[in-house]
């Protein structure tokens, strides 16, 4: 991810960390559902596409990445089906570890 997405991406999760006792949770989860619809679906297109075409897919680092995305994507599920403003708080430490510890960061452009 470039550093404009990356920062995007923090900024994002700053923004819902802050929210969290000030916003009632159905408005955070709405930020989160159109969040995930237009940046962090995509990017986990891209990722995918990158990193799993460079890499075999018992690598450690493929493993790594498949392993984040589908505990994001259980995450957000949790949001859609039920926000709570736990989840929504390990949403945000699981995509700021995400975007702090990919390799593609540097790739997707």
């Not at 990722?47 to 799993?52: S, T, V």
Request: aromatic share 4%; hydrophobic share 40%; glycine share 0%.
């Amino acid at each position: 991810m470039n550093s404009l997405k990356q920062n995007d991406g923090l900024e994002f999760v700053s923004s819902i960390r802050d929210s969290l006792n000030l916003v009632p949770v159905e408005k955070i989860a709405d930020r989160v559902r159109a969040y995930w619809k237009n940046k962090i679906r995509p990017l986990f297109c891209q990722e995918e596409k990158i990193i799993l075409s460079i890499l075999p897919a018992d690598h450690p680092q493929a493993l790594k990445l498949q392993e984040e995305q589908e505990d994001i994507l259980e995450l957000l599920l949790c949001i859609d089906r039920d926000p709570d403003i736990i989840v929504c708080s390990l949403l945000c430490n699981h995509l700021e570890a995400h975007i702090r510890s990919c390799p593609a960061f540097a790739c997707v452009t």
